[in-house]
């Protein structure tokens, strides 16, 4: 197992000491559509690691290009059941999941190895994503929490695979799109279990002061003060209108750094699925800069975003 290189509370400090932030990564499973990966499949970006792991990688490198900190592997649908379901045995599935990080570890290996781009810069990190329960459900769970799942039986579904992921070369684990507190209660379980690991913990929101399952932020927030292994605690997936008050609300109780990964605003329907057009969910990239006024470190961006818009988030942080 790895450890992590920086003490547990300054995890990120090498970052914020020199720029003051923390620049994330976008969307992975929406920037390899857009490059013509055909993701209508249960497995999502999962599946684009048994088809075109070089895709994936070349993804992993313009986002360090743009000017991203942390790549965010492509491993957020990569569950065992899910890969069982396409009869993928353990030994393959692991093999892949594994494979996930070594592909954002390579990618910022070779960006880093030329010196251009190291100017002004501080070697990039790479986050290994666990998404949600919804997500290997692929119905849309993961934006409302109402699984029916005791603690228990949650930590059940991620032990293997946080296992699996905790073994890689990763530099932190990436808890995200977590919608309920019962969710999150049983990742930060996990994670003690883990105890040379890291992460941070990051909610779907259904507005500016409830997860997607209900539960007031500030508890979400609270949830995390007591783990030294959690380095951020945050939102992401969520459209940007609600962002501003979430960390406004988190800020007041958080004891860790805050992070924002929001969507682009349009809305994902599960049913027809297919992105539905953003109508008042706010413009991204007007609002990034009140997102850092309300307390966040770490900014990037979720579904729907790409390098250019990384590009463009890059400007705003350092000029704020």
């Known amino acids: 197992m790895k450890s992590s290189q920086r003490g547990n509370a300054g995890f990120f400090d090498a970052f914020f000491e020199k720029s003051g932030f923390v620049l994330l990564d976008g969307g992975m499973a929406t920037e390899l559509e857009r490059r013509g990966a ?6 999502w970006s999962a599946k684009i690691l048994l088809e075109r792991p070089d895709l994936i990688r070349q993804v992993h490198h ?3 290009i743009a000017g991203a900190d942390v790549a965010t592997t492509a491993s957020y649908q990569a569950t065992f059941e899910g890969f069982a379901k396409r009869g993928l045995g353990k030994q393959e599935a692991a093999r892949l999941m594994r494979s996930s990080v070594e592909l954002a570890c390579e990618a910022r290996d070779v960006f880093w190895s030329k010196q251009e781009n190291r100017a002004g810069r501080t070697k990039p990190l790479v986050a290994a994503s666990v998404g949600p329960y919804g997500a290997y459900l692929a119905d ?4 409302q929490g109402d699984y ?5 039986e949650l930590m059940d579904f991620h032990r293997e695979r946080l296992e699996v992921l905790a073994e890689t070369d990763a530099d932190l684990l990436a808890f995200e799109t977590v919608p309920c507190l019962a969710e999150a209660e049983a990742l930060l379980k996990l ?3 883990l105890p040379g690991r890291v992460a941070w913990l990051s909610f779907s929101c259904r507005d500016g002061g409830h997860t997607s399952h209900g539960e007031p932020v500030e508890e979400a927030a609270l949830l995390t003060n007591a783990s030294h292994q959690v380095v951020a605690v945050g939102v992401n997936c969520t459209a940007p209108i609600y962002v501003e ?7 007041a109780v958080a004891q860790k750094p805050l992070l924002a990964y929001p969507n682009s605003g349009e809305g994902w329907d599960a049913s027809a699925r297919c992105w539905l057009p953003a109508g008042s969910a706010g413009d991204w990239r007007q609002l990034a800069s009140r997102w850092m006024a309300a307390g966040a470190r770490l900014l990037g961006g979720c579904c729907r975003t790409g390098p250019e818009d990384i590009r463009f988030l890059r400007q705003v942080c350092k000029c704020h």
């Open 38 to 43: 055909i993701l209508d499949d249960p497995l």
């Open 62 to 64: 313009d986002y360090f």
């Open 140 to 143: 849309g769970s993961e934006y």
């Open 148 to 152: 029916g799942l005791s603690v228990a």
């Open 191 to 193: 994670l003690e279990q």
């Open 245 to 251: 008050e979430v960390l406004k609300r988190m800020a």
